[in-house]
């Protein structure tokens, strides 16, 4: 997934003729906090709900005040993984793209990368979920994979956190498998730290069928 595929056409940018006001009004609307501002297809930089208040020149035009605007952008190619980073880092709700010749295409909102986020971590995909702990010079895919296809199972998505101040390091996988017992235990006897895990075990099934036939039991 590459910048270009996540622009919106809903939230147009504005210009220099446009006034604190307007722009302000569109955050609302659009209930994000930043905005671009565009002349034709020159994109001057990014401007923000704070900026205009604390400037004072909502009944003024952009373009008449001394503005000191930030520019981040990524271009149309650029994954969406760096786009994240983007706006994780300047804490962005909105970002601009731009094509190669550094002219404006549109933006992308937080939310599409919210959406996009989703798709690429399999929430919406049933199965369940495991954290493992380990050295970092112990991290092996490869084997981690071997584990979880052994016991019939595919990762859906894997994530790594490395822990701050340490050589340790969290991955996170998400199993097409609801069950996830039989690969806890291989996990185990190959030493690894579960950290934790979520899924639904046949046990924890098996005994919420025995309260449930045992409560119909009692009600007859």
Excluded at 93 to 122: D, K, M, R, W
């Amino acid at each position: 997934m590459l910048a270009k595929d996540l622009i919106t056409d809903e939230i147009p940018p504005l210009k220099t003729s446009d006034t604190g006001l307007m722009a302000i009004n569109w955050m609302d609307e659009f209930k994000v906090s930043h905005l671009p501002i565009v002349n034709k297809h020159e994109y001057l930089g990014l401007i923000s709900d704070t900026d205009i208040l604390d400037l004072n020149i909502t009944d003024d035009e952009l373009g008449k005040c001394k503005l000191s605007l930030l520019r981040p952008f990524v271009f149309e190619n650029q994954h969406v993984y760096e786009v994240i980073k983007m706006v994780s880092s300047l804490k962005l709700t909105v970002l601009p793209v731009l094509n190669e010749h550094q002219q404006y295409l549109g933006l992308i909102p937080v939310t599409a990368l919210l959406q996009q986020f989703s798709t690429l971590a399999a929430t919406r995909e049933p199965g369940g979920i495991v954290v493992l702990e380990m050295n970092i010079h112990d991290y092996s895919m490869t084997q981690i994979a071997q584990i979880i296809e052994g016991n019939d199972g595919k990762i859906l998505s894997s994530y790594m956190n490395p822990l701050p101040d340490s050589t340790r390091i969290e991955i996170t996988l998400k199993i097409n498998k609801e069950d996830l017992s039989a690969i806890l235990q291989t996990f185990y006897r190959y030493n690894y730290n579960v950290k934790a895990s979520f899924h639904q075990s046949e046990f924890s099934e098996d005994m919420k069928n025995r309260y449930d036939s045992f409560m119909n039991y009692i009600n007859i």
